[in-house]
């Protein structure tokens, strides 16, 4: 059961109530997010929840059979918006592009891609500078000096930011410089990490999907972080691993289709790592968004075969202006079917 | 490499083609379909095309890297066109829904599914009467009767049939009443029924792709057919079995992008089974045109919670024909795209 | 629920039992294998099993938990033993070797293989002389004339044929020649051969487990070969498809421990296509006895690196004459354990 | 490469050398790490080893094809020892038993559990006080507290701890009290962890392969911490996830014995996580030493259905004692075959 407490509840009602809810042998776990104070409670007893409901304190309650419970779309019906400022929402019924490098390499690299996207009418710009890779022999981004000379540009061009968080170190002082923070596929389990972008930022985060997670994991990943205080949070399908093995990953569109169903968080689509051959990303960005994204995050470099990393996967500003006018045109198809 | 013969040539000239093959180490397979003669030659060795081009009794001479041969888009650039008769084709640049039940029940349903696809201008309908089903004890088909049955009403209004063959002995009594065959997920291995397939009906066959088969897989299945002598070909995505099971299958997208690429057979979407959700059958079948299948299989019943196989992923009239409208909007946006 | 009739059972008390079962809305299946009559009823109704065990004509009845029914273990706990004549038997608690080459070659080879088996004392060789294969240009066997060679040097020898049947029109003419029919991992589904093989014959019949096939439905494939008839079945696990490429296969020795635990036929292991590396099949091999294999199958050849097929996975005479030497240490190290 | 530098280089020759690899276009990292300095050239071009090899300050180099590099047992042939005082030590050739709860609950059963494993004569004991769990809502562990007091108890047993460490911030607090460091299966990729665990301390880590980890990632997250100065390393095979949902996970045992070929590391079992069904642990267990394992961990507890967390995969002190024998028989029967 999720219970939301009234603003003005005094500890006397608080106690009152766990009290109740331990009674029933749920195991309470108090929540308090920026945006109000909630108590979970887990267990299997049924019980009258009118007569929980109307004890003192309690703004509402509601029973959610899910095993997360404020990502649940039962709990919350209506879609959570990101807003990031100056107009710029994620939200369902809207749809947002975010594009760029996969490594940010240097200034001249940023302002191309800014450029690039101010002409597109793109508002957000992804781009690593903390770089998870397999070997350790292998580039690993330009750190927070990379993230703030980006920062500098794209705020003068009124650009957001989405970039990798990899430590619980980094966000200190990741923090004035991101407008979202990504967890990557490598860590979407890694609880500590999800914890503090729950305790410690009021930024967005985005959580990619595990490199083989299930969907309820993706969920619960998020219940971590909206638990531990964070409720701005967005869900990336990027593909998974299967055997097959002639594309990177298996992008995985009934995920979405899912997802949407499921909670009431914003879906984003990763067709570069979802596919990972420059000419089918296209299609499958396209894809994307009949299958029910808000959004859809890809890889662009001016010339993708001198990229630092992913080149194969990435397009060029011809490319991508070229699927930007696509999606758009297919957003508003999408639209038109649900407005019918 | 793929040697092409001149209908007029003659023994000699066959067989001094075939012992420059061989001085070449090259193994000879000679493929007589029913539209052309062909050599198939399987080897590794670097030769001067030109050398053998030129000998008398060769049409044309190909080298074609992929393993795959007479299907692979390397040796025919332009798209295959599988024309049913009265108009009905099956080819890139065009878009066709086939629907129907997943059984075939009785004169009742087959006459209002066929009024249904009337009404929306559907040309094929699905069914099956011979089901392959896990356990033995599960309802296994009307079998020929039905499908006598079946075929009577369809020919009467102009509709044509796509239906499961399971077994070599059941060509011969089906092939009568059968516009395209079906060869089911768990026969896409199944040689000897593909190598009869080949050799002993000259209508359509759609292959689908095994329940956890690679691209290549499918494109060597469909490399036994032809190579048998049947060139009227499609490929069917239906989903791949993963360890996510909020899903039935996962719909591979990726893979009609990459199988567009690879060969020049039209390919199909089955998101019924790609995603086994009712609710989420429309969103996945729009998703499958943007990834660029050239068409879509889905499987409708009246009353889907009354079907007799099934029924959970079945969509009903109402949302039958909400989902072809939608279909044709999206394929016309597509087809936009790539005239642009 | 699983009713076993007498022998001696009349119409009419067929007639009481069948509409008794129909009343309770289970869907009665009649079986008549080489060894007995059976009902099988299929439902989800409570209902007290002595009021039935009670009527005439009933020898014993039991209810079954399991999706399969005559497979299951929790009807038969007596293991099955497979007896294939002159006191070469395959069951619980003994330990068979089956060794030979991956293709029938000729004479040679076969007698070479012989000798190497007598000289080791096995009692059972493997080979293929129907082979299935991706590509329709690769080496598909010496079909039934090198079945017909081999079987009368295997008899002079008194040695064992297991080989692959893959169609239903094989059946009648390999019988005469084969001790164990194996159908293999693309056939596993393949419902109508499973039925002929359940109908057609008394030989014992080992099926694997499908590409990507559950345990699950291993079971209910060998329920298809038992309840159309034939009751001489074992089961082979062989390594399934995953993402990891490092190996072939990957090798599911769970499976083993789960299958002797759920049903009552033997359990046969595969190294040679569960890793698919020659100097891994070894160790693979002896670890399936410690997960409670009743025998193992593998590749052997004279010269493994001339074999027409698999020999990356195939041990020459030394290492299989080392390794049998090892299986046999080893299971008699398992057998001890379960005597203590 | 690999090239080994003398101890007594200087900064001129070191400079010289790097000079050389740079002019072949390798790119060299220097690693550091507690028992020797090397440098790794990755590269391509083919170079004269012999002109490198015989530079002042060079002790040895190595052309290493692998990916990997100084986990490569192309690099170093011998075998790698962990030494845990005491004379417990964890190398091929022995077999070391690691065994506890899943987690630490308290004194009572910390004493239990040491006494078992005395009795036993097992010398480490495994067990979590930091715990990754899926949902936010599940207990997370005693922490370092119940670190502490289980190292008091264990200290005075003489006996050895195994511990899973979620986060860098917990590697200063935890070191005192840890012999064996495990970083678990989602933490398998998380590369700042893998980087601490090389620079900051000089206690052995185990690496769990990760949920779907390929066998080349988790060799790739060893040369993490080894390249950050850390050789005492261990693997830890604990079964990955596939589309066979009868177990928890797959074990899969072929990637033991490629990974004894592939590495110096030794290479320990997990078959609770492997099969995760207390029943099967046993010969999974005893499968996974033929496959080659120098050791296995698994989970015990005196009331399995009372344990905090993964009862149903954690094994009885009986079980458990019966085990360990047989495990010790199967081991003194694998010796003998490699001696023989």
Same mark, same amino acid.
């Given at each position: 059961?999720?219970i939301?407490?009234?603003n003005e %509840?005094?500890? #006397?009602?608080?106690?009152?109530i766990?009290?109740r ?11 308090k997010t920026?945006?109000?104070n909630?108590?979970i ?10 007569? *929980?409901?109307?004890m003192?304190?309690i703004?509402?309650?509601? %029973?959610v059979?899910?095993d997360?419970?404020?990502?649940s !779309?039962k709990?919350k ?5 990101i807003? =990031?400022?100056?107009? #710029?929402? &994620?939200?369902?019924?809207?749809f ?8 940010i390499?240097g ?9 690039h =996207?101010?002409?597109?009418g793109?508002? %957000?710009?992804?781009g690593?500078v903390?770089?998870p890779?397999?070997?350790?022999y292998s580039f690993r ?5 990379g993230?703030k000379l980006?920062?500098?540009l794209?705020?003068e061009?009124?650009i957001?930011?989405?970039t990798? $968080?990899?430590?619980?170190?980094q966000?200190q ?6 407008? &979202?923070?990504q967890?990557?596929a !490598?860590?979407?389990q890694?609880?500590?990490l999800l914890?503090?972008?729950g305790?410690?930022?009021?930024k967005? $985060?985005?959580?990619?999907?595990g490199i083989?997670?299930?969907i309820?994991?993706l969920l619960y990943?998020a219940?971590? $972080?909206f ?6 949070l ?11 093995n002639?594309? !990177? ?5 009934? +995920?979405?289709a899912v997802?949407k169903e499921?909670t009431?968080l914003?879906?984003?689509a990763?067709p570069?790592h979802? %596919?990972? &051959?420059?000419?089918?990303? +296209?299609?499958?960005a396209?894809?994307? *968004?009949m299958?029910?994204?808000d959004?859809v995050i890809?890889? &662009?470099?001016?010339k ?5 990393s992913?080149g194969q996967q990435? =397009?060029n500003?011809a490319?991508?202006?070229?699927? *930007? ?6 957003f508003? =198809?999408r639209?038109s079917f649900?407005?019918a």
């Amino acid at each position: 059961m999720i219970i939301q407490f009234e603003n003005e %509840i005094n500890e #006397v009602q608080k106690e009152a109530i766990l009290n109740r809810i331990k009674g029933l042998k749920y195991k309470p776990t108090e929540v308090k997010t920026q945006k109000g104070n909630y108590l979970i409670g887990i267990g299997k007893k049924d019980f009258d929840i009118r007569s *929980i409901g109307a004890m003192p304190g309690i703004k509402d309650i509601h %029973i959610v059979s899910d095993d997360y419970k404020l990502v649940s !779309r039962k709990w919350k019906v209506n879609p959570t918006t990101i807003d =990031l400022g100056n107009g #710029v929402m &994620i939200e369902e019924g809207g749809f947002q592009v975010m594009a760029g490098p996969c490594s940010i390499e240097g200034e001249d690299q940023i302002r191309k891609t800014i450029a690039h =996207l101010k002409e597109q009418g793109v508002s %957000i710009m992804r781009g690593g500078v903390y770089k998870p890779r397999s070997s350790p022999y292998s580039f690993r981004g330009m750190g927070n000096e990379g993230l703030k000379l980006w920062y500098e540009l794209a705020q003068e061009a009124g650009i957001k930011i989405i970039t990798e $968080v990899m430590q619980v170190s980094q966000i200190q002082e990741m923090d004035p410089y991101v407008d &979202i923070y990504q967890v990557g596929a !490598r860590n979407t389990q890694n609880f500590n990490l999800l914890d503090e972008l729950g305790k410690n930022t009021d930024k967005p $985060v985005m959580i990619k999907r595990g490199i083989s997670g299930t969907i309820d994991e993706l969920l619960y990943s998020a219940e971590y $972080v909206f638990s531990a205080g964070n409720e701005r949070l967005l869900l990336c399908e990027r593909g998974i691993r299967t055997y097959e093995n002639a594309t !990177r990953n298996t992008m995985d569109l009934n +995920a979405i289709a899912v997802l949407k169903e499921k909670t009431h968080l914003p879906v984003i689509a990763d067709p570069s790592h979802g %596919i990972g &051959i420059r000419h089918h990303v +296209a299609p499958i960005a396209l894809a994307s *968004i009949m299958a029910g994204a808000d959004g859809v995050i890809f890889e &662009i470099h001016e010339k993708p075969e001198e990229a630092f990393s992913d080149g194969q996967q990435t =397009l060029n500003f011809a490319e991508s202006a070229r699927l *930007i006018n696509q999606l758009n045109q297919t957003f508003a =198809l999408r639209k038109s079917f649900n407005q019918a």
